[in-house]
């Protein structure tokens, strides 16, 4: 039971600010076009909107809350400052995928983008992978072999994770010391053969990953399998979850509690599920 303490009226995904006491209401182009965000105080009353150009694709916040990223269509960047107030804008040679912001002192950017008009994009499903400086300047660039959906930074040091579903299935790949080293490479790869119909939500907390890898069944009924993993920074699986879903239906998102072992799934049939998992061996990496 709650009791409501403000309404705020737009149709808007909200990301709660909780060290800077605020929340973004976080707009897309059929809701609220040439509007990126409202900003609201914690007692809901609007303190700024941000108005932009071009389509909002992504909104990502960094893990401390100082800096707030936008990627918008056509390969646009806008970097703010806890304060809201612009660091850096500028655009990238591609389309935008997905981004992430490292934290910290540097609060550098990690963007995931392909190229415009480049035929490997659709033939072999490549992206490039770009680390930049706050105020945009290019720190290096990795070339992808695989289609790639997702990025995420771990909370903290410079590693990030990499999930793809394309042509060639479904992928998690771990980086690490993606912003210090220009040549860095994998250090892991974990690949599903198959493709999916929906791509997972990538999860990532200090010690773990968490991903679903999903199947696809025709016979004798159509049915879709959800597999979802927890992986640790040395890519062993720590558990994971078979899930059955009826023709249609699929994995929607997940959320973990590491501490006492707990799992929300939420899939498309209108189920949310609680598991209690038990890891194959403890982990204590960061």
């Not at 909002?56 to 960094?62: C, D, H």
């Not at 269509?73 to 400052?81: F, N, P, Q, W």
């Not at 590491?258 to 890891?279: C, H, I, K, M, W």
Request: contains cysteine; aromatic residues 12%.
């Amino acid at each position: 039971k709650g009791n409501q303490i403000w309404e705020y009226r737009a149709l808007c995904r909200p990301v709660v600010l909780d060290r800077l006491k605020r929340v973004i209401c976080h707009f897309d182009d059929d809701s609220r076009p040439k509007v990126a965000f409202d900003l609201l105080d914690w007692s809901g009353n609007r303190l700024q909107s941000f108005p932009i150009d071009h389509e909002i694709l992504i909104l990502r916040v960094s893990p401390d809350e100082r800096s707030i990223l936008l990627g918008l269509a056509g390969g646009e960047l806008i970097h703010l400052s806890e304060n809201f107030k612009l660091i850096w804008k500028g655009k990238i040679p591609g389309e935008i995928v997905d981004a992430a912001l490292a934290g910290g002192k540097d609060q550098e950017i990690l963007a995931l983008y392909f190229v415009f008009g480049d035929p490997t994009v659709m033939k072999q499903g490549r992206h490039k992978l770009l680390s930049l400086t706050k105020d945009g300047r290019p720190l290096g660039e990795i070339q992808l072999k695989h289609h790639v959906d997702r990025i995420k930074k771990k909370k903290k040091g410079d590693a990030a994770y990499v999930y793809g579903n394309g042509p060639l299935g479904q992928f998690l790949a771990f980086y690490p010391g993606i912003f210090q080293d220009k040549n860095v490479k994998r250090t892991w790869f974990y690949r599903d053969q198959h493709h999916a119909d929906y791509s997972s939500p990538l999860k990532v907390s200090l010690d773990q990953v968490m991903v679903g890898f999903e199947d696809i069944y025709v016979s004798p009924k159509k049915s879709r399998h959800s597999h979802l993993f927890s992986f640790d920074q040395k890519g062993a699986v720590r558990w994971y979850l078979p899930l059955q879903t009826e023709d249609g239906a699929y994995l929607y998102d997940q959320g973990l509690v590491s501490q006492n072992r707990f799992v929300a799934v939420a899939t498309d049939l209108g189920f949310l599920s609680g598991y209690e998992v038990t890891p194959k061996q403890a982990s204590n990496e960061d």
